[in-house]
């Protein structure tokens, strides 16, 4: 089984940033690709970002050239930094790893209001 613990939301004015992260532990045999989703209120869960173990990142067309998604394997960890954010980014956001399984977090909540 892996853990996943999610970290950094909160409320941010638009055009501020965030920083979230994700560390998996537990019976990590190897994780590939990690990932972060969104979901809105009313509305389907969405694709944020995803980096494979490689180092090679896709992203939802909403958030190109404003998040950048990374990943530490040493510790196990992916991050999602958010700038120039909107109301629109408001929403839980979910960290995905994948590991045999996937595996959810349990989400962090992103508030972007004045």
């Known amino acids: 089984q892996v853990q996943l613990v999610e970290s950094g939301g909160g409320l941010v004015q638009p055009g501020g940033s965030l920083r979230l992260s994700c560390a998996a532990s537990?019976?990590?045999?190897?994780?590939?690709?990690m990932g972060w989703y969104r979901q809105a209120p009313g509305k389907q869960r969405e694709l944020v970002a995803i980096?494979?173990?490689?180092?090679?990142?896709m992203y939802g067309d909403s958030v190109k050239g404003r998040f950048t998604i990374s990943r530490d394997n040493a510790k196990n960890t992916v991050y999602l930094q958010m700038n120039s954010l909107k109301p629109d980014d408001t929403a839980v956001y979910y960290c995905?790893?994948?590991?045999?399984?996937?595996?959810w977090g349990q989400g962090t909540q992103v508030t972007v209001s004045s």
């Open positions: 537990g019976n990590i045999f190897s994780i590939n690709q």
């Open positions: 980096i494979t173990s490689g180092g090679s990142t």
């Open positions: 995905r790893v994948a590991s045999g399984n996937f595996y």
